[in-house]
């Protein structure tokens, strides 16, 4: 029996100053992942501060400069299906749909996604070592069975990845984390949100201690014409990716005038490379343009073992994933499944 508190926040101000009272507290938003962390033993949080509650954090709003701000407790299902979204942000709908089951996504807050943690099977098993979940104990998963786990931004320490489809898609896009803690609010670019294991497993992101994310800005560009969301994964629904990519491009004829190619499940964070982009602005939108691409966002990727399949997935991915986005509506059946 784990005994714990509750309480719950009526304002963004209220939450920071809670999650400061005892200092085993967490907040709850969805619990989605809380729930698993805690069934497993990996967190006992001694109070919950309930942060369902919190009009700014629920809510979804077009910003002046022709963005949009999405509440860190508005739900992925209704993020995804939100007409703003599916027009104008595609591609962010299509990863958050092939995210997780239906239930889910219903009770699975946007905050809530940035946050849930790796899915690497030793770090939910307390009976053995991990130096994400007990730093300085050891990582069993490089020499043990590694077939889920990542090939790029490895470290000595670490080689999980982050499991979000959604993230994904943020990243592609440039989102901005907005967040608010002890310290007044600040705004993280979404490539610095996330970071690589280093010697620092046990930090999954660059969130301060207390800490709460309140919104996502997405920028006005939202890619509605070519973009296609490509999950590889063992079951075709409710699992998590081995490969996914996330691909929005702006063309001018046959020419790429800009491009955001995304990877999930390779890495302790979404994997963009400045490098491969930069090299196909200007080129055709030709599978062997991809191919030169996928090459280089690869370049530094090793296996351990049984994930060595993912580096030749994740080219053949990256290639075919930009096809796909010439057409979005060749898009996978099952990438957006009917509500
Ligand atoms: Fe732990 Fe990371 Fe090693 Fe998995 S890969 S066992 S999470 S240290």
């Known amino acids: 029996m784990n005994n714990f508190e509750y309480r ?3 304002d963004t101000k209220d939450a920071i100053n809670l999650i400061h009272q005892q200092e085993k507290s967490k907040f709850l938003a969805g619990g989605t992942n809380l729930i698993d962390l805690w069934k497993y033993n990996i967190t006992n949080p001694t109070s919950l501060v309930d942060i369902n509650h919190i009009a700014e954090l629920s809510e979804i709003k077009a910003l002046p400069d022709g963005g949009v701000r999405l509440g860190a407790g508005f739900k992925n299902a209704d993020t995804a299906y939100h007409p703003i979204i599916e027009q104008q942000y595609p591609l ?29 099977y030793y770090f939910y098993d307390p009976e053995v070592p991990c130096n994400k979940r007990v ?11 590694n077939r889920i786990h990542a090939i790029l931004g490895t470290s000595e320490q670490c080689i999980a990845v982050f499991p979000s489809d959604m993230c994904i898609a943020l990243a592609a896009l440039d989102a901005l984390v907005n967040v608010e803690g002890p310290e007044g609010k600040r705004t993280i670019n979404f490539a610095d949100f996330h970071r690589l294991p280093d ?6 992101n ?4 207390g800490e709460l994310i309140i919104s996502i800005d997405l920028p006005e560009k939202g890619f509605t014409t070519n973009y296609s969301y490509l999950k590889l994964r063992d079951r075709h629904s409710y699992a998590f990716a081995l ?8 063309l001018d004829g046959d020419t790429i005038k800009d491009i955001r190619i995304a990877l999930g499940g390779v890495a302790h964070k979404p994997w963009r490379s400045k490098e491969a982009e930069d090299f196909l602005i200007g080129k055709n939108a030709s599978a062997e343009n991809f191919s030169t691409a996928a090459d280089l966002i690869l370049k530094d990727a090793k296996g351990f073992g ?9 080219k053949k991915a990256i290639i075919r994933n930009g096809l796909m986005a010439l057409n979005p509506d060749t ?6 499944p009917s509500a």
């Open 8 to 10: 719950r926040a009526s």
């Open 92 to 120: 962010l709908s299509k990863a958050i749909l092939a995210g997780a089951s239906a239930q889910i996504r219903n009770m699975a807050s946007n905050g809530g996604n940035l946050l849930q943690r790796t899915r690497c």
């Open 135 to 145: 730093p300085g104990s050891g990582c069993p998963a490089k020499l043990g069975y």
């Open 199 to 204: 010697d620092r497993p046990d930090l999954d």
């Open 206 to 209: 660059t969130l301060k201690p």
């Open 243 to 250: 490969v996914s990519v996330a691909t929005a491009m702006e």
């Open 306 to 314: 049984h994930n060595d399949f993912k580096i030749k997935l994740a």
């Open 331 to 336: 898009q996978l059946p099952g990438a957006k």
